[in-house]
Every structure is written in C-alpha cells, then in structure tokens.
C-alpha cells in the first residue's frame, strides 16, 4: 500500500515481476519489428544484430569460440546442414538475445519501483526506456551502413525505445494495479470498461499485428534490396573478359560419384558461408578502392578496373573450408575463382627490402597477416574478383578477397578495403581470439553416402556404392580407404579433380552384407602422408579424427 496523489494504490502482490516482464516482452516485439523496418527503410542500424555483433567482438575469444560451437553443435544435433543454417540460427539467437533482454529489463524496472514503493507514473517509463536504450543505440551506431546523419539515427532509435519504456510502464500498471487502487479518473474509467484479460487480448493483437506487419514489409523490401544489390554487382565489371569456366577438367573421367555424393562442383548459392558479423557487408563500388600502402616505393590506389584488365587473370578451381568445420564437414564447398597473382601486383608498388607482411583489412572490420614470404612462393595467391565468371557476390566479399592455397579460410580475408605492407607482425582477428597462426588444412576424409537404395548387382556380387570427398588443402590427396565394421581397410577408387587445390571425390563399392554397419574412411595425402586419426576438435588448429556413419541394412 502506497498513498500517491491522496489515493491508495494496490499492486498485486508478487505477480508484479511477472506483470513487467510480461509488458517488457509484449512491447519487445513490435520494437523488434519496427527497428527491423527502419533498417529497411533507411538503413538504420537494427540493434538486435548490432548489439550481437558488438558482443561478439569484444567477448574474450574463447567465450565467442564457445557460442558458436554450441550453435553448431546444437544444429547437428537436431540433424540441420551447419552450412546452410548458422546464419539464420545466429539471426534468431540475436533476436531472442535482444528480447530477453528488453524482458529482464522491465523485471528488473520494476523490481526496483517495488522495491522503493514507488507507483510508477506513465512518464516513468522514460527512465525504463533509456536505460535499455541508450547503451543499444550508442553500440549500434557504428554498425550502421546508413548514410542517414548519425544524429537522426541516434535520436530514431531513443524514440523507438522511450515509447517502447512508456508503453511497458503503461501496460505494466494496467496489469498491477487492481481496479480498486486505481489512480486517476481516467484509469478508474478505463478499468471499468475492460478487464485486465480483454485488455491483454487487445495489446497482445495490437502488438502482434504491429509486429507482423512491420516485419512482414521489412522482409519485402529486404528481398527486393538483395535484388538491387545483386544487379548493382552483376553490372559492375565486364564479365565478358573473365574466363567461362567451359566444361569440366575431368569431364571424361570414367568414375561417376557414388549417388548422394555431395556435388564436386558447388553452385555460387549453396556455397558454405562464414562471415562474423549477423548479416554481410555489403561495399560500394562506385566509392571502393584499393590502397596498397606502407613500406613501399610506389604506393597504389587500385581500381577494380585495374585490377581486372592490368593483370593478367587467373583461373583456379578451388576448394575453400573453414577451420570451425568438424569431422564430417559441410562447411567445405568448391568453386571456379578468377583474380589477379598477388606476386605482379606487389612487383608494381614495389616492396621495400625491409617489409616482412601485409595487413589486409576489410569492410566489416576484419583483418589478416600475410607473410611476404608466403607471397613470393607461389604466384597462386591470388587478389579474387570473380566466382563461376562472374564478380564475387556481396555474402562472399564483394568486390575483392585474397586467395591463400593450403590455408583455411580464417586466413583469407573477404570484402578487401585496404592492404598495408609493414615490418612488424601483427595477429590477424581470428588469431587474436585464440585461433591457430598458421591454419594449414587439416587433410580430412567425409562419408557422404551409403547408398544402400543403389543397391546393384555386378558379376555375381550384391554392391553397395559408397562415396564422399577427400582434402588435404593444397597438399593433394593420393589414397582413401575404407573400413567397415573395424575389418581391414580397402582402397576406394579416386575421380581426377578438378584440380590440384580442390577435394576429390572418391568411391567404394561394398560388398553388401545385411545388418548394422559402421563404415569409416581415411586418405593420404599425395606424398604418403597419412591423415591424423586421432580425433581432436576443431579448436585451435582444425578437427582431426575418422568420420563413421554406421547404417543398419
Ligand atoms: N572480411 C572477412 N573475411 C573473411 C571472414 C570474415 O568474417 N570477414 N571469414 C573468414 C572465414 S572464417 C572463412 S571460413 C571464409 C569463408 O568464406 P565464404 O563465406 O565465402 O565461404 O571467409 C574468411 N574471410
Ligand atoms: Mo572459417
């Protein structure tokens, strides 16, 4: 009991914690919606993502390194394709983040007016709203890619959450409040029209309906916007000068993958993405270029276009996979690269004798150490611009990313804006968060299939084809084999590949036997070398370890 204003005010006992927590959320979501809807609109930073993303970097490493494995390993779980799903999991795991949040936020607002006895007036949830909103807005500013005045952002997005803190309050004291304390004529007037179930009937419709509409648009204009972006990049170099890809290499080659192998060649779209952000940086061409500076005697700003037509273009099929990958990994694909040999373009801003690596930095924040050495080595490394002849999609690190033979893809940056040649190591992002220096592949073997429904007969024996994929990143693959039930190992046959930095698609016809099966796989690398057996996870240097897949038959 609390005298305010000469009344009596009641709150309901213990149910207010609830009560505020239930406001908090009812509102959380149209303020997710409608947040969602401005970035659409204008490109306003969307706070959930921004206030993820900012977690995410400056989290202690391990910590990150541990979320994702959780995502990961929970997506496995229920049996999801990690390549396809992480995103989308991490999408909504920023969005529930930030609504609990906004939940715990109100509980504990209101916690402390029970606390102080204190009746909250409406304007109370001012208080409640910026201190939700100012640290989400001051960590979502820089995130933003709006070319909206910071100012204006920064004074949308307080509104957004001083109206998202009234309404709490407001609903708040709707549902605390008994009828008989009620505060003001109004209220009293309020109280006896509906009661505290209608009225979260309509708040929850009114919000709900907020929600869905706001999101529904935002996800419209988000589509069409992927759309405009995707055609802003397709018209942004001459693709007529990069080389078609023209038929596969090892088209003739005899030995069909086994049915249910993963394709050899990946399509641009199921490409495995990894990027650390929520959402992909998106870079405009008509404003990026490429300065290479630092310890060197002629330093260059590089034009796409110079890139493109002052060098000559390189082709490769290369096979890209992240070191996050477990044993069995999706996270691995395989595409038709073309760039230019970082080796002629630093031969043009001519390197100072003393400088030892370049410092690549990028769109999004992320930045890698290339030892010179490295560079010198293999004319391979490339500066890529294009996928499958065409320029690099914007997921993928539009308009330019490095190519690094042998290395996962933790050392390769995308969406290049800057490179710096220096004397001085410096650790590169994924380093610093306790990840491997060197981040040479681990040569891994994958099960894909057991095609038990291709069952066949051939000269007098009942086969059943199994297949999948073999990499040793630059190493080349010389043998796999197979076990099945821990019996002794066979050698599977190998396709060609379509070239020396890709995975090779190997195939075992097996003698079918009913039952349950455990089949394990193994390969060697071209100069013998066997892959490592002993299972160790992804973390810090790449899993290791057989893959099995045990089938009953
Ligand atoms: N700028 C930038 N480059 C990056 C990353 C990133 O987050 N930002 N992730 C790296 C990682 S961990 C991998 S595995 C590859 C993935 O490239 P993809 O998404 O095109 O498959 O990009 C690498 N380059
Ligand atoms: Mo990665």
């Not at 949830?125 to 910026?130: E, R």
């Not at 009937?201 to 706001?214: P, Q, W």
């Amino acid at each position: 009991m609390k005298r305010l204003l000469g009344q009596t005010v009641n709150y309901v006992g213990s149910w207010g914690l609830a009560q505020g927590a239930l406001a908090g959320g009812l509102l959380a979501a149209p303020l997710i919606g409608l947040m969602y809807l401005l970035d659409q609109l204008a490109k306003f930073p969307f706070a959930p993502f921004a206030f993820f993303d900012w977690i995410a970097r400056v989290l202690p490493g391990p910590l990150v390194t541990f979320g994702i494995d959780l995502m990961i390993d929970g997506l496995r779980l229920v049996g999801m394709s990690v390549a396809a799903a992480a995103k989308t999991a991490e999408q909504i795991g920023a969005i529930l983040l930030f609504f609990f949040l906004a939940v715990a936020a109100t509980a504990v607002f209101v916690a402390f007016i029970k606390l102080r006895s204190i009746a909250p007036k409406p304007t109370s949830g001012l208080v409640l709203g910026a201190v939700f909103g100012l640290p989400m807005a001051l960590v979502s500013l820089p995130m933003g890619q709006s070319t909206v005045n910071p100012a204006i952002i920064f004074l949308g997005l307080m509104l957004l959450f001083l109206l998202w803190g009234v309404g709490c309050v407001q609903v708040y004291r709707r549902l605390a409040i008994k009828s008989d304390g009620l505060v003001t004529e109004d209220e009293i007037r309020w109280a006896r029209n509906i009661n505290r179930r209608q009225f979260l009937i309509r708040m929850g419709a009114a919000a709900a309906t907020i929600t869905v509409l706001s999101g529904g648009v935002g996800g419209v204009l988000a589509q069409r916007e992927r759309r405009q972006l995707t055609q802003e990049i397709a018209g942004s170099m001459d693709d007529s000068a990069i080389d078609p890809k023209g038929p596969f290499p090892n088209a003739n080659d005899p030995l069909m993958p086994a049915p249910g192998t993963r394709p050899e060649f990946t399509e641009v779209e199921d490409h495995y993405q990894v990027f650390l952000r929520t959402q992909p940086t998106f870079i405009d061409i008509a404003t990026w270029s490429l300065p290479i500076t630092g310890l060197v005697d002629n330093p260059l700003v590089l034009s796409l276009d110079d890139i493109q037509n002052n060098y000559e273009p390189r082709n490769q099929y290369i096979t890209l996979s992240c070191i996050s990958g477990r044993i069995g990994t999706d996270l691995i694909s395989t595409q038709w690269w073309t760039g230019a040999s970082l080796q002629k373009i630093l031969a043009d801003v001519q390197v100072r004798p003393e400088a030892r690596y370049l410092i690549i930095t990028s769109g999004d924040g992320f930045y890698e150490t290339v030892d010179l050495d490295l560079i010198a080595s293999d004319e391979r490394i490339m500066l890529a611009y294009a996928w499958d002849g065409h320029p690099i999609p914007f997921d993928h690190g539009f308009p330019l990313r490095i190519w690094l033979p042998d290395l996962y893809g933790m050392k390769q940056p995308k969406w290049i804006t800057g490179i710096e040649v220096v004397e001085e190591y410096k650790q590169g992002y994924w380093v610093e968060r306790s990840w491997s220096e060197v981040a040479q592949v681990k040569t891994t073997s994958v099960i894909d299939t057991v095609a038990v429904k291709e069952i066949y007969d051939s000269e007098g024996q009942t086969l059943v084809p199994i297949g999948g994929i073999a990499f040793a990143g630059g190493r080349g693959i010389s043998k796999v084999e197979v076990r099945v039930d821990g019996g002794p190992w066979a050698e599977a046959r190998l396709r060609t590949p379509l070239s020396e930095t890709t995975w090779v698609i190997w195939r075992y016809d097996w003698p079918f036997a009913e039952g349950n099966h455990t089949f394990e796989v193994r390969c060697s690398e071209a100069d013998g070398t066997p892959q490592i057996e002993e299972d160790r996870g992804n973390r810090p240097s790449g899993a290791t370890g057989l893959h099995r897949r045990k089938t009953r038959m």
